[in-house]
């Protein structure tokens, strides 16, 4: 038998027996005995060790702050234990932490998922929380966020261990358990006023309808069937017809209202539609799609349509004048004739034609019909106002043809044979035929003839001639030829013909303006292949109308071709054709000179001529002049004399003294008198101007003595 003993020894008086160790707030003694038991002596203080006793570790306690936690186990025993901040550890002697972290902090809309692993129940703590675990739990999987459900918004959780589902609407945090799951948000219907929704349970397959204003309550198994739609709203005058999808029956809602629906009901695709307002002058062609009949409905009235009634656009009544009629079928084939004045509301089965005026007959117009019963044309031309029967068909209404006294028109009687109208009343009836002025008769038709209209008469573009006219006319015609010298020439000419006989023209030919061209081409071609260029140059028009005119072809043909003329030739290599080109620019050139110079020489001489004649103006001039200063001279000459022979006389008979000076002497006198008046003249001129005046000794009485 072992024996232990344990002794507790007060060793406050003894100081000097066994150890001692100061121990501060937080620190520990591990402690050893003798038989390796191990235990802790926590301070603070001194603390005493026994004899018996051995000190194995000195150690701090740990200390855990807020939030946070350590796992501590027994490594003797296994058993554990988790301790919580904030706090301070003191580990016993067998104990030792195997773990030590934060305490997971969840914030709002947070959540995680706690699973024991000893026991393996699993729970879930959402926030705003710290999350306290257990010895033996653990966050299973990452911390997750909440699902957040706004207003009008709502979704379906799934547990999957129980299997059950639950639904859950906004606005709120989803807290999820630990074993369910959210599926995606869908958005609640907030119905308005007029709003509708239809909600189907999925499980039992109900359905019911939520009408506005109201947000649907939704079971685990509810879902929502295309969305919200909006109640028909109708107004006066306005239907819907309703389609009840578990018996197909239909039934009409008329405004003023709103469309009331229950949950198998939907409107149908026609919608909303109008009734009907019908005037005075329409009416309405229904349909019943229930026994497929059809009737008329005739207004003034606003239609209400049943279930199963289907209409087109209303239609007009038609209402014939007095000149007007109309055709319709019935459903067994026959024809009736509705004349005017009348209202007429066909019936539903009844085609009927365009509405027509009846033709007015006269001078110049008639109908042509076909009698259906019989089948045979018929010429109507007995004036008046015609409306055809029921067993009648208008082929043509026709205008008479007049005839000039120029034209002629060509037909052909029923069994072909071609005969002639002309307009011409001087001719006899047996030439004329049943012109100038007629109708075709029936089975009778107009001749026509495609006449070339294009510049090369190719045929490439044409018209169709029914009336021939005898008048003279220009024929434009372009085409290649040849000269001797193998130069290739583009001439265009002009025509000028005339048909003279229409029954040669029309027995020999279908085109008389491309035959006349062609066969002009060949003559022309025919004739310039024997010449060169400079010889056709120099007389090109003679030699076009010696290859054209007088020649028998045109005649068998019943066309005269009066003449021919070159409207303009080129050549058809460029390199030629700018030669020829510098030709005639020099021949244009020379004429142009020539014909300056003859202007030049006529100006010049008409010049001459002008300048002649002046100068002849001029002598006369001088001649009248002259003769006109010989009167002036002889005039002053003779008033002058006249003056200086009385001066003379009258100095004569003065008395100088007592004596008489006489002529001599009054002669002399006036010579001196008149010599010293030309001086005075002659000195006042030089004086007045800027002359020098030089006198010599001679001039005057001058001595000069030493």
């Known amino acids: 038998l072992k024996l232990q003993f344990l002794y507790f020894i007060d060793f406050t008086n003894y100081t000097n027996m066994g150890c001692s160790q100061s121990l501060e707030d937080g620190d ?92 393996g129940l699993v729970r879930t703590v959402n926030g705003p929380e710290s999350v306290a675990l257990g010895v033996h739990e653990k966050i299973y999987g990452d911390i997750k966020r909440s699902p957040v459900l706004a207003q009008g918004q709502y979704c379906k959780v799934h547990d999957l261990e129980a299997g059950t589902v639950r639904m859950v609407c906004g606005p709120r945090i989803l807290n999820l358990g630990p074993h369910e799951e959210a599926s995606r948000t869908y958005a609640l219907p907030i119905l308005q006023h007029g709003e509708y929704c239809k909600i189907c349970n999925t499980q039992t397959g109900e359905m019911h309808i939520v009408i506005g204003p109201a947000v649907p309550e939704l079971g685990p198994h509810d879902v929502v069937q295309s969305g919200t739609k909006k109640l028909p709203l109708l107004e006066r005058g306005e239907y819907c017809k309703v389609h009840n999808e578990t018996n197909g029956s239909v039934r009409v809602v008329f405004g003023p209202s709103v469309v009331e629906l229950d949950a198998y009901e939907e409107p149908t695709t026609e919608g909303v539609r109008r009734c009907p307002d019908l005037s005075g002058e329409e009416y309405l062609v229904v349909r019943d799609e229930s026994v497929g009949t059809l009737r008329n409905v005739v207004g003034p009235m606003l239609f209400m349509p049943g279930p199963f009634d289907v209409f087109q656009q209303p239609k007009k009544v038609i209402n014939l004048q007095k000149n007007e009629y109309i055709k319709t079928r019935d459903s067994e084939g026959n024809i009736h004739i509705q004349r005017g004045e009348a209202r007429v509301i066909p019936d539903p089965l009844d085609v009927v034609y365009k509405k027509q005026e009846a033709i007015n007959i006269d001078t110049h117009n008639a109908v042509l019909l076909r009698n259906t019963d019989i089948g045979t044309l018929e010429l109507i031309t007995q004036h008046g106002l015609f409306l055809p029967s029921a067993l009648q068909e208008i082929v043509e209404e026709q205008t008479k043809i007049v005839l000039d006294k120029y034209q002629t028109v060509v037909c052909k009687d029923e069994s072909g044979r071609f005969y002639y109208a002309k307009g011409d009343t001087e001719l006899p009836e047996s030439e004329r035929g049943p012109g100038p002025d007629f109708f075709l008769p029936p ?64 027995e020999n030919t279908t085109d008389a303006p491309g035959d006349t061209c062609t066969h002009a081409r060949s003559t022309i071609i025919q004739k310039i292949s024997q010449i060169k260029l400079m010889d056709f140059l120099s007389n090109f028009n003679d030699i076009i109308k010696s ?48 014909e300056r110079q003859r202007g030049e020489n006529e100006v010049a001489l008409e010049k001459l001529e002008g300048e002649i004649q002046e ?59 008149e010599k010293y008046d030309h001086q005075l003249k002659s000195n006042a001129a030089v004086a007045r101007g800027n002359a020098q005046l030089y006198v010599l000794p001679g001039d005057v009485n001058l001595n000069l003595k030493g």
């Open 615 to 673: 100068e002849k103006k001029k002598q006369q001039l001088i001649e009248v002049k002259k003769s006109h200063l010989k009167v002036e001279a002889k005039i002053e000459g003779e008033a002058k004399g006249a003056r200086i022979g009385e001066f003379i006389s009258h100095l004569a008979c003065s008395q100088v003294g007592n004596k008489e000076l006489g002529i001599e002497q009054a002669l002399g006198l006036y010579s001196v008198l």
């Open 28 to 119: 520990q003694l591990v402690v050893k005995d003798m038989q390796n038991k191990k235990s802790v002596i926590n301070g603070p203080g001194r603390k005493y060790v026994g004899l018996m006793t051995s000190v194995v570790a000195v150690r701090s306690a740990i200390v855990l702050k807020d939030k946070e936690y350590a796992k501590i186990a027994d490594v003797l025993t296994g058993k554990k234990r988790i301790s919580l901040g904030p706090s301070m550890l003191q580990l016993e002697a067998n104990e030792k932490i195997i773990e030590q972290a934060q305490l997971p902090v969840l914030e709002t809309g947070m959540y995680c998922i706690i699973k024991d692993a000893s026991t």
């Open 547 to 594: 290859a054209c005119l007088d020649d028998p072809f045109y005649l068998a043909r019943g066309v005269d071709l009066k003449s021919v003329e070159v409207l303009k030739f080129e050549c058809e290599n460029q390199e030629t054709n700018v030669i020829l080109q510098e030709i005639i620019k020099e021949t244009c050139d020379r004429m142009r000179h020539k």
């Open 443 to 506: 089975y009778h038709s107009i001749v026509k003839q495609s006449w070339s209209t294009d510049l090369r008469k190719e045929h490439s573009t044409f018209e169709d001639v029914w009336l021939f006219d005898s008048r003279p006319a220009y024929m434009n015609y372009e085409f290649e030829c040849r000269t001797l010298d193998n130069v290739t020439l583009i001439i265009d000419v002009t025509f000028f013909w005339a048909i003279i006989d229409v029954k040669a023209m029309v």
